[in-house]
C-alpha cells in the first residue's frame, strides 16, 4: 500500500508556472506507475499525464502536452507536475495517483492509490 500526497498549488496569473509535487509513503515507490489527474467544479476527473516505474515513458493529455512535463525522482519518492503557460481552462483540483503496473496508464480504474488533492487556480 502506498499513500500520496501533493503539495505545490496555488494561485497563478495565465502564463505563468507552477511545479505539483507528490511524495509517496513506503519503499516500493518504484513499483508503481504514477498518474496526474484534474477534476474543475462540474467536471469528471480527467487524465492529464502518467510516467512508468522508471521514468522511460511519459504520456499527456492533448489539452497539456508541450506545456506540461511529468518526472519522478525514485530515490526521493516522489512524482512532480511541473505545469508551464497555464490557462484559466487549466484551474482545477490535481490528483496524484500510483498504479500497480509495469507500464503507463491512462485510465482511472487503474489506479489503486490517490493523493487528497491539491487546488490550482489560473487567474485571466
Known amino acids: 500500500q502506498v499513500q500520496l500526497i501533493e503539495s505545490g498549488g496555488g494561485l497563478v496569473q495565465a502564463g505563468g508556472s507552477l511545479r505539483l509535487s507528490c511524495a509517496a509513503s513506503g519503499r516500493t515507490f518504484n513499483n508503481y506507475a504514477m498518474g496526474w489527474f484534474r477534476q474543475a467544479p462540474g467536471k469528471e476527473r480527467e487524465f492529464v499525464a502518467t510516467?512508468?516505474?522508471?521514468?522511460?515513458?511519459?504520456y499527456y493529455a492533448d489539452s497539456v502536452k508541450g506545456r506540461f512535463t511529468i518526472s519522478r525522482d525514485n530515490a526521493k519518492n516522489t512524482v512532480y507536475l511541473q505545469m508551464n503557460s497555464l490557462k484559466p481552462e487549466d484551474t482545477a483540483f490535481y490528483y496524484c495517483a500510483a498504479a500497480v503496473a509495469t507500464t503507463i496508464r491512462l485510465d482511472r480504474e487503474s489506479y489503486a492509490y490517490w493523493g487528497q488533492g491539491t487546488q490550482v487556480t489560473v487567474s485571466s
Open positions: 510516467i512508468n516505474r522508471n521514468a522511460v515513458i511519459t
